[in-house]
């Protein structure tokens, strides 16, 4: 069965510093979503992204962070300087076609970022 | 505003007994409410949604919209069981979900 994977599994990294978490969703889905869950509490949602372009997107999905998807396959996620609180565990999604219900998301398994 | 709440953190059961894990939500229009359950070292994965109307690992939920509320049932727990929980909603024709906070579910022998 098909399945959304994420790399790395663990990124450490300094405040300030860019990072790139990378999600390969399921090849034929056509919706992709990143959510994220700092430790002890809910999962959020951050962005979707439809047709190349960001469908709709959370307020935490601030400046600082952007979203790609380079090569139609791979879908990464960007925080251009990490804060402290950026800290989490990120998780991608995907789903099909959703055009007047809400379609089955997949969830890759997360990457946890830890900003130090 | 969208918002789920599931008021129990952790629901400690013994094996055979019933399970029901408490959602509760707000939102004003046409929400579509989904349960997703994460086992342990597992990804988040669709457990039923409520147009689906289906029973799934011999659990149910129902969506009462008059008490906006949507909680999981199991008449008879197992350990296997034993997961992370998660409600969540959306609305129809948009494809964000919003989660709530989740319940550990931990079924003893």
């Known amino acids: 069965e098909p399945e959304v994977t994420q790399t790395p599994s663990h990124q450490v990294t300094q405040m300030g510093q860019e990072v790139i978490l990378r999600c390969v969703p399921i090849s034929n889905h056509l919706y992709f979503y990143w959510y994220r869950q700092i430790l002890g509490q809910k999962v959020e949602f951050l962005v979707s992204?439809?047709?190349?372009?960001?469908?709709?997107k959370s307020e935490i999905f601030d400046d600082q962070f952007s979203v790609e998807r380079p090569d139609g396959s791979n879908f990464t996620l960007k925080i251009r300087s990490t804060k402290l609180e950026d800290s989490a565990m990120y998780f991608c999604?995907?789903?099909?076609?959703?055009?007047?219900?809400?379609?089955?998301?997949?969830f890759g398994p997360g990457t946890r970022l830890t900003v130090l | 505003a969208q918002r789920v709440t599931q008021p129990e953190k952790l629901l400690s059961v013994f094996k055979g007994a019933p399970v029901e894990l408490k959602c509760n939500y707000s939102y004003s229009g046409s929400p579509e409410l989904f349960w997703y359950v994460q086992y342990s070292r597992q990804r988040l994965q669709l457990l039923l949604r409520h147009i689906s109307r289906e029973s799934i690992k011999g659990f149910t939920a129902d969506l009462n919209k008059g008490e906006t509320s949507f909680h999981l049932k199991k008449p008879f727990a197992q350990e296997e069981d034993s997961a992370m929980y998660y409600c969540?909603?959306?609305?129809?024709?948009?494809?964000?979900?919003?989660f709530g906070t989740g319940t550990r579910l931990l079924v003893s022998p």
């Open positions: 992204f439809y047709n190349n372009e960001i469908s709709e």
């Open positions: 999604a995907s789903s099909g076609k959703g055009i007047t219900s809400t379609d089955t998301q997949y």
């Open positions: 969540a909603l959306s609305s129809r024709g948009f494809q964000k979900l919003v």
